[in-house]
């Protein structure tokens, strides 16, 4: 092909502007010459389009050949300019063909977008006539008359249309001029041979073609005169038709010619041989040069050349030839089955898309023809993807409900495509589609409250629980966060009471806790993730304090540090079982560590006195006699239940006597007075300032505890038990406590002054006492100090003097 004509003709064809473009149905159309240089523009296909030039990039266009992986235009995603990218050469492309149409496609992302871009491909002038051979050699009988006809094999161009052979030239000669019909070439003797004069004779024939200018193919004639041959091979059709379904095994006979010569002997022996083919179709078919019988050497497929158009040549044994067509057509068989291309797909997918979304684009092809290329594609598994027809042979693949990556996260989506032939092909294939996280989630406490137990005294820092939540999501947004929701506990920060490690969950304490001061809290633990924006939840975490034997019982009454001065009388007519005294004893523990047992570990008559194991109450465990000593002294111990227990002891006075006059160190003193009248007056001194003194004591604690209201006075009389005797914070759970039970019991009391004689009643009994004669604490203080929570709060001391 010459390089220089090509260029012209191109040139040519951009100054005639013989670019045309035609829409249709969005698609576009763009004729252009063949053999264009690459790079060349064919058109501007943004514009012809309607689409923004700039966004080409940002929408991934892209041109894809159809089905066709070598590359023949592209696009320029800065301008829209449709460039040559390769070689387009029209008779390797499109043969004999009228047209030669180019299928690409245009592909558009975002959203999904396809358009076909059709080329078709303008024949130029780059192929010359041809001859079959270079050298044709002809016999004539010098019998020939004039007008006689031989034909000659016309020339080939490659070229369609206005390009193709258009006229032929004879040397000029003396013989011979040319007859042209349609598709014939004959030389026409115009004046008869003479074989003596004239053997042989050399004839230059041109084809020349109707381009501009005019490309143009040569073969020499060589005609040699015989003596007679008269007739040449009939054919017996002028055009053989046959049809041959593709895949037809070699060696089939497609079509058998054969031609007649009426001549006998050699110049009656015909044989058979094609006429111009092509290398291609040489290699395709064979003749039987005897019987005429065209078989198949090589397969033939439909979808590359659905037809031949072969010509024959028959010659007898002189060398007269004829010439006839054969048509084969090939029939189609349902040998490809379809192909399956995803054309786009968005993947990853992120799990929040709502159904209906289109995520991919396919496309499915079928080589074959008419009912062998009808193709229907389906996804046969369940899952939430359809396939939805769209442009031609395209199908949407559009996902049908919500997704959720926590289930499933990922899909292989096998789509497959079965064509109508019969029997029917099909193939398949899998889409991988993975689906993307979304912070859909938020932490989910494992328990819906968590309770934690702990014993008082711990250690700051120890271990006291874990809480877990946990998150399906991916990664960061499935990434856990443990902290303490701010919160005070007893008027302190929460942080100042519980840690949490924000990884773990782990839950430490901070401090050291005691079930004296308080006994339960509760907390609330946050969850977050990590995702943007992060999900949370939060989760109650109540802490108990164990209570531990940490107070050793305390004792109200007698004062532990013990004095003769508190001394209780037993009368001496008291009879076996009297009550003489009760020992009160308190322990700010709860519960085992707070039930309190007493004995008498030592006494002056191991015999004369019980106390009770639980209420501590002493009394005489026989009548008193004469013979019994007049003083008495019993050390008590008061001992929890705790594990190990604690205890403490007392020491009881008691004096067995009606009478305070007969009190030893009284009648000690009377000595004296009668003794000494100084002595007397000394005493009497004493008696005198120590009354006043305790006078000024008592009037001293009333003014106090008025203006205080608490703790106040339980009772007026000299043996009082001030609030102030008790412990902070002493409190009582579960009623088995020193206090609790309800009784009645006379005592004897002494201030250890020997002018006071004092006996009490008093009672838990509620209401049993008249209102004026009640000393009423208010609830909370009553709580606080006796932790009679559950009962009554309302405790009377009723005083009879
Ligand atoms: C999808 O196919 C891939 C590759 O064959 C495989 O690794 C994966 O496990 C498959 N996933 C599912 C959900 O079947």
């Not at 031949?308 to 010439?323: C, H, M, N, P, Q």
């Not at 007397?680 to 001293?700: E, H, M, P, Q, R």
């Not at 005797?725 to 006379?746: F, I, M, Q």
Request: charged share 20%.
């Amino acid at each position: 092909m010459g390089l220089r004509l090509g260029f012209k003709v191109q040139t040519c064809a951009f100054a005639l502007l013989l670019f045309s473009l035609h829409f249709a149905h969005g698609d576009v159309s763009y004729s252009f010459p063949e053999e264009m240089r690459r790079g060349s523009v064919i058109g501007n296909i943004a514009k012809d389009l309607g689409l923004e030039a700039s966004r080409l990039s940002s929408r991934k266009a892209r041109i894809d050949t159809d089905g066709n992986d070598k590359r023949y235009c592209d696009i320029n995603l800065s301008n829209g300019d449709l460039i040559v990218a390769g070689r387009i050469d029209r008779e390797a492309l499109c043969g004999d063909k009228a047209s030669c149409v180019l299928k690409q496609e245009l592909t558009l992302e975002n959203p999904l977008e396809l358009r076909h871009v059709n080329l078709h491909i303008q024949d130029i002038n780059d192929n010359s006539p041809q001859f079959k051979e270079e050298l044709i050699e002809i016999e004539i009988r010098e019998s020939a008359v004039k007008g006689a006809r031989f034909p000659i094999e016309e020339a080939h161009d490659a070229d369609r249309g206005q390009y193709s052979v258009k006229t032929y030239n004879l040397q000029k000669n003396d013989n011979f001029i040319l007859g042209v019909e349609t598709n014939s070439v004959e030389l026409v003797l115009d004046k008869e041979f003479d074989r003596e004069q004239l053997k042989e004779i050399s004839l230059v024939l041109t084809a020349l073609d109707g381009g501009s200018p005019q490309r143009s193919g040569t073969v020499v004639i060589h005609v040699t005169v015989l003596d007679a041959n008269d007739n040449i091979p009939v054919f017996s059709k002028a055009v053989y038709e046959a049809s041959l379904p593709e895949n037809a095994p070699i060696g089939t006979v497609v079509v058998t010619v054969s031609a007649t010569d009426a001549d006998e002997g050699v110049n009656g022996d015909v044989t058979y041989d094609f006429g111009h083919i092509s290398e291609e179709v040489r290699t395709i078919f064979v003749i039987d040069h005897k019987t005429g019988d065209v078989k198949l050497a090589s397969t033939v497929d439909y979808e590359t050349t659905p037809s031949f158009e072969l010509r024959v040549k028959a010659k007898d044994g002189l060398g007269l030839t004829s010439y006839a067509k054969v048509n084969i057509h090939v029939t189609d068989v349902n040998d490809n089955e379809p192909i399956i291309f995803l054309k786009s797909i968005y993947n990853p997918i992120a799990e929040n898309v709502s159904p209906g979304t289109e995520v991919g684009i396919i496309n499915v092809q079928d080589r074959d023809s008419e009912r062998n290329r009808q193709v229907r594609c389906s996804i046969q598994q369940n899952v939430p993807f359809k396939l939805v027809p769209s442009i031609k042979n395209h199908y949407s693949l559009i996902s049908t409900a919500h997704l959720d990556r926590e289930l499933v996260s990922e899909y292989n989506i096998t789509i497959t495509a079965t064509d109508e032939g019969s029997p029917p092909l099909s193939s398949s294939k899998t889409v991988h589609l993975s689906v993307a996280d979304v912070n859909d989630n938020p932490p989910v406490f494992e328990e819906q409250s968590y309770s934690a137990y702990v014993t008082e005294n711990n250690k700051p820092g120890s271990t006291l629980c874990s809480v877990t939540a946990r998150d399906p999501d991916w990664r960061q947004n499935g990434t856990v966060i443990y902290s303490l929701l701010a919160a005070e506990v007893n008027g302190a920060p929460v942080s100042s009471y519980l840690s949490v490690n924000g990884d773990t969950g782990v839950i430490h304490t901070v401090r050291s806790f005691d079930y004296e001061h308080f006994r339960s809290f509760k907390v609330h633990v946050m969850a977050r993730d990590n995702g943007s924006p992060p999900l949370s939840s939060n989760v109650s975490v109540s802490v108990f304090i164990a209570d531990v034997n940490d107070n050793s019982p305390q004792i109200l009454y007698p004062s532990p540090e013990g004095n003769s001065f508190m001394t209780e009388l037993v009368p001496k007519a008291a009879h076996g079982g009297s009550l003489v005294s009760k020992v009160i004893a308190v322990d700010a523990d709860s519960g085992q560590n707070a039930w309190l047992s007493y004995h008498i570990i030592k006494s002056t008559d191991p015999g004369l006195f019980t106390i009770g194991l639980h209420s501590g109450e002493i009394r005489t465990q026989r009548d008193i006699s004469e013979s019994d000593s007049m003083k008495q002294n019993l050390i008590v111990a008061v001992k929890d239940n705790g594990q190990p227990s604690l205890s403490a002891t007392c020491t009881m006075y008691l004096l067995i006597s009606d009478n305070l006059a007969e009190v030893p160190e009284l009648k000690d003193i009377s000595y004296d007075e009668n003794n000494s009248k100084l002595t007397f007056y000394l005493i009497i001194a004493l008696v005198c300032v120590s009354t006043f003194f305790l006078t000024f004591i008592i009037i001293i604690l009333g003014v106090r505890f008025c203006r205080r209201r608490k703790p106040r006075l339980l009772f007026d009389g000299a043996v009082a038990i001030p609030s102030a005797y008790l412990p902070p914070n002493y409190t009582e759970v579960d009623g088995t406590g020193t206090l609790r039970s309800a009784y009645n019991y006379d005592a004897y009391l002494t201030t250890g002054s020997r002018t006071s004689d004092f006996k009490f009643v008093s009672s838990y009994n509620d209401n049993t006492l008249p209102a004026d004669q009640t000393l009423r604490k208010s609830p909370s203080d009553f709580a606080e100090a006796f932790g009679g929570c559950d009962d009554s709060p309302e405790v009377g001391f009723g005083v009879r003097c």
